[in-house]
């Protein structure tokens, strides 16, 4: 998958520790606790003060590392500036509570802050609900669907508090941090409106989930919108992105190391999705699948909770996918989506 990705910076920093990796922009590395078991936030100089591009998780564990970089790692200087890529815990976690202990604006795209809003908003019984009904009607049963439905409305429980106030960003936006101007590129697919910034003069990106240089970022259908296709959503604006920027470009991402190859990692995510919507397509020809049936076609591994929800998300987003091109048609049988190829 990785094509001809170069990782130009070995040293991965200790949690909580800056790590300088272009002028005025410097790497810090939080854990997480899952699978994916660490996110990368940037940390930018910024006229006195200091922007950081996302923030960790909003647990005590993360909070606890900032009070240490916000007491010994920023020179004194202050945080001015909050920029969240996107909505996901991981990324807005503790914005608002940054905001809170320091002052800083956080700033973040319309579609995100809207989506967070509403899932914040959801009441917990509803979202438990609307999960039963959502991923049972694609196949999903017994301990399986009471264990993911279960889960309910975490998202609260991660993002604590929201921002108050956030300035908007908006494609094609300029930012100048620190004199330096860097451009607002927006993605969709993985999130409604994520926000990656690119700096021009050294060829910069901070690409948030939208590249990864090893995983395909999570393609997920959400409840409150059964028909979305976010599997095109993905590939179309990563496509524009590559288009956009020169190839040796070094892209920061939210986890894993920074690389350059960005056609090649663009090019490699393409491929990989249409060789998963060509493997659902000829599964859906031998026999009418549901979205559940096409978890071994997708996936080669054990899937612990978390991981079975993005899992359902992604089946159906490549069987949506699928369907928007006219390669598969759907029935519901017994109260559950069933598609023919
Ligand atoms: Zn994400």
Not at 121 to 147: A, C, M, N, Q, W
Not at 223 to 236: K, N
Not at 305 to 329: D, K, P, T, W, Y
Request: hydrophobic letters at 40%.
């Amino acid at each position: 998958m990785s094509g001809t990705l170069s990782y130009p910076i070995a040293e991965v920093p200790p949690s909580g520790v800056r790590h300088r990796v272009a002028d005025g922009v410097y790497w810090l590395r939080f854990p997480l606790p899952f699978a994916l078991d660490h996110i990368n936030l940037w940390l930018l100089e910024d006229n006195g003060g200091w922007t950081v591009v996302d923030t960790g998780l909003g647990v005590r564990p993360s909070q606890k590392i900032w009070k240490g970089l916000l007491a010994e790692q920023l020179d004194g200087k202050p945080l001015t500036r909050v920029i969240v890529t996107h909505y996901h815990p991981d990324h807005l976690g503790l914005a608002g509570w940054l905001e809170q202990e320091t002052g800083a604006e956080v700033w973040i795209s319309r579609g995100e802050w809207a989506l967070a809003n509403v899932i914040c908003d959801s009441p917990e019984v509803d979202t438990i609900e609307r999960l039963r009904g959502f991923l049972g009607g694609h196949g999903l049963s017994g301990d399986d669907l009471d264990k993911v439905a279960g889960k309910g409305n975490g998202f609260r429980r991660v993002v604590q508090p929201l921002p108050s106030a956030p300035g908007f960003l908006s494609a094609g936006d300029v930012i100048t941090i620190n004199g330096d101007d860097w451009a607002v590129h927006v993605g969709c697919g993985h999130s409604p409106e994520h926000v990656c910034l690119y700096r021009d003069r050294d060829h910069l990106l901070i690409s948030g989930d939208q590249v990864l240089p090893t995983i395909s970022s999570n393609l997920n259908v959400r409840a409150a919108e059964p028909d979305a296709d976010p599997v095109t959503d993905f590939v179309d604006s990563l496509k524009a992105l590559r288009d956009k920027l020169p190839d040796d470009t070094l892209v920061l991402p939210a986890h894993g190391l920074p690389f350059r190859g960005l056609r090649a990692r663009v090019d490699a995510l393409a491929l990989h999705h249409d060789e998963q919507l060509d493997r659902v397509q000829a599964a859906c020809r031998e026999r009418p699948q549901s979205a559940f049936d096409m978890l071994p076609v997708l996936f080669d591994r054990k899937l612990d909770v978390q991981q079975l929800m993005f899992a359902m998300g992604e089946s159906i987003a490549h069987l949506n996918c699928l369907m928007q091109q006219g390669r598969v048609q759907r029935e519901q049988v017994e109260g559950i989506w069933r598609f023919r190829g």
